[in-house]
């Protein structure tokens, strides 16, 4: 488990996008959100955290160290994608293992990290299935426990629950929030979904064309928007809660 520090990280494309001047502290534990709609840079931001991309200016540190030309494999992050990237032709178990290989762990300790990871995300028992028999929904657990196996210090989450259907979804990130506070493990999660974001996060960092709008608790920013488009994003999210302020003190 580890903390994050962001100082002015910028990354800008030839072709428009990217992040500007992003800046923030993220705890030991906390499960920290980038919301905004498309392109916003909150991915962009994700895969600098990651290593996947480089940074035109800024700096990134984890617990102080200075992840200046660290790259990807050794900075103990994780990344679940949203498309989840599985191997199509490995099974479970070969997919799950895939990165222990790679750290050049032995038989006997991938073996065990297998399983407890697979245990962890309730699919134990299928080590042996092609990933493309699996639902949606187990190919996502598949994914978060490939990312678990490594025993990050930072899981990294980009929209993994936008290919669920609505009540899958909705199921799917409770038994993640319980997950993450179980393991007492550092989470960033890029998401759109407004409603995912308040009832996930510990605190919520808000984008919109490159820019941080706001960083603060669900709490915060629903009543204490600071700039015109946070107050504009949330809109639906704040009457929502008055509503159900108002029926309980009815």
């Known amino acids: 488990m580890s903390s994050v520090r962001c100082e002015g990280l910028?990354?800008?494309?030839?072709?428009?996008?990217?992040?500007?001047?992003?800046?923030?502290?993220?705890?030991?534990?906390?499960?920290?959100?980038l919301l905004g709609p498309s392109g916003c840079g909150k991915t962009t931001t994700l895969r600098l955290i990651a290593g996947l991309?480089?940074?035109?200016?800024?700096?990134?540190?984890?617990?102080e160290r200075t992840m200046t030309g660290i790259p990807p494999e050794k900075r103990n992050a994780a990344m679940v994608f949203q498309s989840y990237a599985l191997f199509p032709h490995m099974d479970v178990h070969d997919n799950v293992a895939f990165g222990l290989r790679a750290r050049g762990m032995v038989k006997q300790e991938i073996e065990a990290r297998v399983a407890e990871s697979l245990q962890r995300v309730q699919l134990d028992g299928?080590?042996?299935?092609?990933?493309?028999?699996?639902?949606?929904?187990?190919?996502?657990?598949?994914?978060?426990?490939?990312?678990?196996?490594?025993?990050?210090?930072?899981l990294l989450l980009d929209e993994p629950l936008s290919n669920l259907d609505a009540e899958l979804r909705y199921a799917t990130r409770r038994e993640l929030s319980e997950l993450q506070k179980g393991l007492n493990i550092t989470a960033v999660y890029v998401t759109h979904d407004q409603e995912e974001a308040l009832e996930l996060a510990d605190r919520i960092a808000i984008l919109k064309d490159g820019a941080c709008h706001q960083i603060g608790t669900p709490s915060e920013i629903l009543l204490k928007p600071e700039t015109d488009f946070?107050?504009?994003?949330?809109?639906?999210?704040?009457?929502?809660?008055?509503?159900?302020?108002?029926?309980?003190q009815a």
Do not use: M
């Open 10 to 33: 910028t990354k800008v494309y030839p072709e428009g996008g990217g992040v500007r001047n992003f800046t923030c502290a993220i705890a030991h534990g906390e499960f920290f959100a």
């Open 53 to 63: 991309e480089t940074p035109d200016s800024g700096a990134l540190y984890f617990d």
């Open 230 to 248: 946070v107050k504009v994003f949330l809109a639906r999210q704040r009457d929502a809660v008055s509503r159900i302020v108002r029926d309980s």
């Open 126 to 154: 299928i080590q042996r299935r092609r990933v493309t028999e699996l639902s949606g929904g187990q190919q996502q657990r598949v994914a978060l426990a490939r990312a678990l196996a490594v025993h990050p210090d930072i």
